[in-house]
Every structure is written in C-alpha cells, then in structure tokens.
C-alpha cells in the first residue's frame, strides 16, 4: 500500500460525537456538541474534552466547573449536529430542539432525557492549547437507562445505537460487533469442549 | 426515560481504537493497541493518549518523545485485539502478527503498511492522572493511503473500513452515514432549487 503524505491535521477518526450540558452561575442551561472528547484515565475516571474559548458553553463550563456528557443516540442525529453549529448565543437550543431536561445525581448541570447514557463531570484541570483548551474532568457518575440493562442488571450499550463522528460525517454502529475485548487469545470452546 | 444512577466510570463510547508504534533508543520497536485517545485541540493538532506506566510502549514513548498512531481497518481487528493483551515483554507482536513497517515521513517511530492512516506525533505534555498518564501530542505529519483520495485528491475516509470500539467490543462503521457536519441547517436543494 503506498501512501501520501500531509502536513499534521486532526486526522484521528472514528471519534465519539456527544452533547454536553452545563449550566452557569445565573442558572442558565446550555447544550453544545463535541466530538473531541476521548477517555484520559480509568481509575480514576477521567475524560478530556476540547472546547473552544468563543463557545458559551466554555464560559458556562469554566464559572461552575461542572457539565454533563450525554451520549446521544441516532435518532437524534439531527440535534447533534444542531447544537453543534448554532450557538447559545442566538437561542435557547434545548427549547428549539424539544430537548427535556432531569436533575443530574451529584453535579447542578442537568441530563437530557432523550439520551439513554449521562456522564455526570467534574473539572479537575485546565490546559489551553491552541484553538481549544482542553478539560480534563472526573466522572463523578453515570447514568443509564432501564431499558438498556438486563435482568442481571449488565449493562448492553450495543442496544443503545449511539453513533462516531468521521471525518465530518456521522456514522451509526454496525449492528453486528467484529469481536469482543481479548477474543483474538481465547481458546475456542465447541460443545462445552476447548478446541485445541 | 427512566435511568439508573451507578457510580462514575469510563462510560464515554464509542471510542477510536488505534495501533500505536513507537521506537526505544536502541532501535526496538513494538506495537500495542489503544482506545483511550482523542482529538485534544485543532490548531495546532494535538491528540491525547492515555497510557499505564506498566506497559513497555509507555518506557519506548517516554524516552523517544514520538510515536506513530495508525488507523487499522475491520480486516485488522485481530490484530488490534491480539496487541491490546498481549506485551512486547514477551514477543516480538510486529513478527507474531504479519505487521510490516514503513519509515515514518518526520518521526523515527515506523508506521504500520497495512493500515489506511497513519499520524505522526511528537509528544508536547505527559499528565499522570492515576491509573494511566495522559501523553498531549502535536501530529507533525499524516499519511493516507493512496486508494482513499480520489482525482480531486479529495480524501474519502468512508472507505477505509475504520473501527470503533465500544463497551468491551469492536464494532464497524455503518457504511452509510447518518448525515453530514452542518446537514441540519443547510437548506434542501431539489432540482436545482432551494426548497422553502
């Protein structure tokens, strides 16, 4: 395979596309969307998240230090890309989208409803870049919805049709998953019997 | 919607899942698989890697400051999975798997041959969180396959087969996208005119 070469972009795909919510010191609710978030640790949990300095959710964000990640699903594709292109500074978007809203557990910024998983965070650095400053912020909970959970109480967020960002398109999730996390070291097992 | 409330996790999904190459000071190389990445800022590009100081790509990237990030396609998923378990202590993973290396255009780190894209960091920042350290690096360089740009040199991503990782699986991309980035403002066009 032969390739070409270019100058450094953000080439980095598929990345998560998410809606966060956050609310400033007046109480005033915004909703914007990010694609540039990704897992900064696991224990414990942190994620990071890029925001411009222009946005206003990046003022709401800095006054209280606090927001929610919601992971939208693909019905709401359409409200995603909504809240990422419109500003908090023209319109109320959660009004506009008939996005509704529910307390979040530990943190003041609220949940959409609509969205069956909340990452309730809490700022703990901030590191300006360039174009973005990035957040790093503690998951302080989650919050799932009822229907994605089994008997068992297990979690299936293959049932939940959240969606990637892609070189400026949006993608849902193949139905079907290639493998599970170690599937390429487990030994086969065929009528209850390890193939060797 | 009701949701059930459940303490903070590593719930951010779906994720990239990239192959990262890197080059100690006596020339070694080795491979391992992560999920935990993101797009950290855009100018200048900036990518975050988060890595456990007990992996031996951690010791190779620390000493070289570089590494490459390669985008691997769904036919590679084994191969992803395969370096996500198992450690360049104990093997040689670019022999084990078949994986062939090329010269990276700016950094020492090789880039993997078989993988559509490959972006070449340079490390700026190393943040330790916890369990993992948070690596910032600017991409000096990316390199595309030659198959993936059209006449226009218009690069088509749709086509590479990425994956994404979600939840403790890896799953495809949809082949068709759910929308383009600004599709829900822009107004319809219908045989030439826009429609009211």
Request: proline share 6%.
């Amino acid at each position: 395979m032969t390739k070409k070469v270019f100058k450094g972009s953000v080439m980095l795909n598929p990345v998560p596309v998410v809606l966060i919510t956050s609310k400033n010191k007046e109480n005033k609710t915004n909703v914007f969307t990010v694609a540039w978030t990704g897992t900064a640790c696991t224990k414990p949990p942190i994620i990071s998240v890029a925001i411009r300095p222009e946005r206003l959710s990046y003022e709401y964000i800095k006054e209280s230090m606090e927001f929610v990640v919601n992971l939208p699903s693909k019905d709401l594709v359409r409200q995603v890309d909504f809240c990422g292109v419109r500003s908090g500074r023209q319109m109320d978007k959660l009004k506009e989208l008939g996005l509704t809203l529910d307390d979040a557990s530990i943190v003041n910024a609220p949940i959409i409803k609509q969205c069956p998983v909340a990452l309730e965070c809490k700022v703990t650095n901030i590191i300006p870049l360039g174009s973005h400053d990035l957040f790093l912020a503690e998951v302080v909970a989650i919050q799932v919805e009822d229907r994605l959970m089994d008997a068992s109480g297990k979690i299936h967020l293959e049932n939940a049709d959240l969606i990637s960002y892609s070189h400026g398109e949006y993608f849902p999730l193949d139905n079907k998953a290639l493998g599970k996390f170690g599937f390429s070291v487990m030994k086969k097992i065929k009528k209850g019997k390890p193939v060797k």
